[in-house]
């Protein structure tokens, strides 16, 4: 069974700071990752993933994450953070013939100080 | 291109009864998939809808049911409802074949149900 967990359920940067969200995933073979965003009262957006492909991914709005299979571990980092970027962050992850069902960390909900 | 619509925004019901979201997928997309979001945590998948036939279910009870219709919108209906239901749904569509799964889910803004 797969499963992600998330390291930090609130981070706080200053604007202009690195921005580095943590995820560490489970999987017996290799799996698809994503990291979806949710700002406050909407859906989901997706903001990268990752399909065996390139292990560095870059993704919307300058976020980018990096897949460490040796560390089973997909960390979303910005390099400067922006005011627009407090939101809620997800990982979750999937496997090619699951079916369309995302498993989902418990998120992280970043918060960016003037 | 229209996005991802859910009906209603906000709900009220006790517990007992029984309800039904609704949710009109984005044009051209043919899988809709329901997740459940409790306050402060992440979503969790109840189940797809491919072509009108599930697709994958989740760890939810048999009270949790739903629809695809053919022009691939869909409802969510939760008969009984326990003050545990209480959450946001989220409907997600997107363009899938019955085995493959791209993971790009499109999500409306969800259905926040509160049950007293």
């Known amino acids: 069974a797969q499963s992600v967990t998330q390291l930090g359920s609130h981070v706080s940067v200053s604007e202009g700071a690195l921005v580095l969200l943590r995820c560490n995933y489970s999987s017996s073979v290799p799996p698809y990752l994503f990291w979806y965003v949710q700002y406050p009262n909407q859906g989901l957006q997706l903001l990268l993933k990752y399909t065996s492909a390139a292990t560095l991914v870059k993704g919307i709005n300058g976020f980018e994450a990096e897949f460490k299979k040796s560390e089973t571990s997909f960390h979303l980092t910005k390099p400067s953070a922006h005011m627009s970027d407090a939101a809620e962050y997800f990982c979750a992850v999937t496997l090619y013939n699951q079916g369309g069902k995302l498993i989902f960390g418990q998120g992280t909900e970043l918060s960016v100080k003037p | 291109e229209t996005g991802v619509t859910q009906s209603p925004t906000h709900l009220i019901k006790t517990r007992g009864q029984q309800v039904t979201l609704r949710c009109s997928s984005q044009s051209g997309h043919n899988t809709v998939s329901w997740y459940q979001q409790a306050l402060g945590q992440g979503p969790q998948f109840i189940f797809q809808?491919?072509?009108?036939?599930?697709?994958g279910r989740g760890n939810f009870p048999p009270r949790f049911s739903g629809l695809q219709f053919p022009n691939y919108s869909s409802e969510l209906n939760v008969n009984a409802l326990e003050l545990d239901d209480s959450a946001l749904y989220l409907c997600a569509s997107s363009l899938d074949s019955r085995r493959t799964n791209t993971g790009e889910l499109f999500f409306g803004e969800g259905s926040r149900l509160t049950v007293l």
């Open positions: 809808y491919y072509r009108e036939e599930e697709n």
